[in-house]
C-alpha cells in the first residue's frame, strides 16, 4: 500500500476539534481557548465537536458518539485536519466502530497528535493508507510560546506532501 499525503495546510483550511479520548474539562476550557485562538491566528477556521469540552469518567463521551463525531470529521470533505485535544486512556474502544475501508477510499486529512491517540495513527496508516502526524496534541498549541520542537509542527502540516523543507541558517 502506498501512503498518501494529504495536502499541506493553508490558511482558510478548517480544522476539527473532536476529543475521541479524553475531553476538556471545563476548568481547562482556557488553555484549550488559547489553541483555538492561536489556529485562528494562522489564518484556519475551525469547528468544535460535541465530544471537546465535556469529560465523565475519563473520557469525553460514549464511544458511538465518539466514534461517529471523529468518522463524520475523518470524511468531511471541507476538514483538512482533525486535531483532538489530548489521548486519554479509552480510545481503544473506538477502533471496532471506525470503517477503515471507507476511510481508504477517502481524501486523507492530517491527523495530528500522540498518547492514547496513537491508538489511531496505527491503523489510519496501515489500513487507510494515510500519512499521519505522531506529534503534537492540540492543548501544547496552547502555549503563548511554543517551543522549537512543538513549533516544528507547522514545517509538516503547512508543506508540499508532508516533507520538512530545511531551512539554511
Known amino acids: 500500500m502506498s501512503i498518501r499525503?494529504?495536502?499541506?495546510?493553508?490558511?482558510?483550511?478548517?480544522i476539527a476539534i473532536t476529543a475521541p479520548s479524553s475531553g476538556v474539562p471545563q476548568h481547562l476550557h482556557a488553555r484549550l481557548e488559547l489553541a483555538i485562538k492561536n489556529?485562528?491566528?494562522?489564518?484556519?477556521?475551525v469547528r468544535e465537536g460535541e465530544c471537546l469540552r465535556t469529560q465523565h469518567k475519563n473520557k469525553s463521551a460514549s464511544k458511538t458518539s465518539r466514534a461517529k463525531e471523529l468518522m463524520c470529521y475523518l470524511t468531511d470533505h471541507e476538514v483538512k485536519a482533525v486535531m483532538p485535544p489530548w489521548g486519554g486512556d479509552l480510545a481503544i474502544?473506538?477502533?471496532e466502530l471506525l470503517d477503515f475501508n471507507r476511510l481508504a477510499k477517502t481524501e486523507p486529512k492530517w491527523f495530528v497528535g500522540f498518547s492514547d491517540l496513537s491508538t489511531f495513527h496505527f491503523p489510519l496508516t496501515t489500513l487507510s493508507g494515510w500519512a499521519t502526524v505522531h506529534g503534537p496534541n492540540l492543548m501544547d498549541l496552547g502555549a503563548k510560546e511554543l517551543d522549537p520542537?512543538?513549533?516544528?509542527i507547522w514545517n509538516i502540516l503547512e508543506?508540499?506532501?508532508?516533507?520538512?523543507v530545511k531551512q539554511h541558517a
Not at 159 to 164: I, K, L, W, Y
Open 5 to 14: 499525503f494529504p495536502p499541506k495546510l493553508v490558511p482558510g483550511d478548517l
Open 39 to 45: 489556529l485562528r491566528a494562522k489564518g484556519f477556521r
Open 93 to 95: 474502544e473506538l477502533l
Open 149 to 152: 520542537t512543538t513549533q516544528a
Open 159 to 164: 508543506s508540499d506532501r508532508g516533507t520538512v
